[in-house]
């Protein structure tokens, strides 16, 4: 097993990350939709004055996704921090190991 990748390997996996980054959006936005065909809502479900119920409801990735610009571009922060994030931790990695730890 070779632990050493090459560019080619690290766009994959950065390939490969933002397929599933916008797979779940996409599936978010399914659900999404399925409840608002149904009436669904979470909004709508129940209409009591529970603890649960009073909670701040929190968006999903889809509708971070489709809300406005200034959200869009948080949402596009966050996954370019994630992926640089994701691209220093490769870099210490292969010092390490190039250095024998």
Known sequence: ????????EE???LDALMKFL????????????????????LDN???????????????T???LYNSSEKKK???YSAVNYILATIADILIIYRMMRKSGY
């Open 1 to 8: 097993m070779c632990l050493i990748s090459n560019p080619n």
């Open 11 to 13: 766009n994959n996996k």
């Open 22 to 41: 916008r797979q779940e959006i996409e599936i978010e936005e399914k659900v999404r939709l399925a409840r608002s065909g149904f009436n669904l809502e």
């Open 45 to 59: 479900i129940n209409k009591c004055t529970s603890a649960s119920s009073r909670r701040e409801r929190i968006p």
């Open 61 to 63: 990735a889809a509708e």
């Open 73 to 75: 571009n948080l949402v």
